[in-house]
């Protein structure tokens, strides 16, 4: 059989981890609705129980500068072009039980909620988005807050998200100093906090669309800081995230 030429391997190869570990994960996590912890039957493309389901309210697109949220295919009027991100996504707005369950994911070591997670807001996107991004950038944590916690959320959730667009995951960005949790400020503060906070790292993509995911959407400041460095490296950035506050107008 004829050898394939390395260019080829090279977009075949999916994601480390992939393929491979999913019959030991399915063992060890059968899927179950990410709000109430009900088994699911195998099959379901959404990881919420039918009860559930009443619960939770879908987001989608919205603005990445006025945080209003739209409608598919309808840019927003506040012209929002002149930011490094071109668009945003989110799975739900960071409430109630989705809160909740966010914070088990980021607090509560409950890192199996990343698959499912990731899985779901991979797939909404590809649905709901005509972005086509070609690689997944995780929004990084310093290594001392990640030690601490053991893991990062938002690589996790950016790893399965990644593959569930069957594009690479690439952490080109790194977090050289443990700035103050973004929680304990005000935005003014945030904005400030996060400047200057992420520096890139590996090998240069210009004209690549990178989808850049953080678990989180809140003020945007991180976000925001994060594709300004991606986008002055040539990258067109998208931001996807598991939940975002919706912005008080
Ligand atoms: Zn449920
Ligand atoms: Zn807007």
């Known amino acids: 059989m004829r050898a394939l ?13 992939r393929r491979r570990t999913e019959p030991f994960w399915r063992l060890l996590f059968p899927p179950r609705c990410l709000l109430c912890r009900r088994l699911l039957a195998a099959a379901s493309p959404v990881p919420l129980c ?20 739209l409608l598919s295919g309808q840019p927003c009027s506040c012209a929002p072009e002149i930011l490094p991100l071109r668009g945003l996504f989110a799975l739900s ?18 890192r199996a909620l990343a698959r499912p997670l990731g899985n779901w807001l991979g797939r909404l996107l590809e ?17 001392r807050r990640e ?31 443990a700035a103050p949790a973004q929680s304990s400020l005000s935005y003014r ?28 959407y809140s003020t945007g400041a991180t976000m925001q800081e994060a594709a300004t460095v991606l986008h002055r490296r040539g990258l067109i950035v998208f931001g996807a995230a598991a939940a975002y506050t919706p912005r008080l107008s």
């Open 5 to 17: 030429p390395d260019q080829q391997l090279k977009k075949r190869r999916r994601p480390p981890g």
């Open 50 to 69: 039918g009860g559930c389901r009443a619960l939770f309210t879908p987001a989608g697109l919205f603005c990445p500068r006025c945080g209003k949220e």
């Open 93 to 110: 707005r960071y409430e109630g039980p989705w809160r909740q369950m966010l914070h088990r994911f980021k607090f509560g070591g409950e």
């Open 127 to 143: 649905e709901e988005t005509g972005w086509q991004p070609e690689l997944a950038v995780p929004v990084p944590l310093h290594r």
């Open 147 to 177: 030690e601490e916690r053991g893991y990062n959320q938002s690589f996790l959730l950016a790893r399965f998200t990644a593959e569930a667009l069957g594009i690479p995951l690439q952490p080109l960005l790194v977090r050289p100093e």
């Open 189 to 216: 503060r945030r904005l400030e906090n996060v400047r200057g906070a992420f520096l890139y790292r590996g090998k240069p993509y210009p004209g690549k669309r990178a989808l850049l995911v953080d678990d989180i």
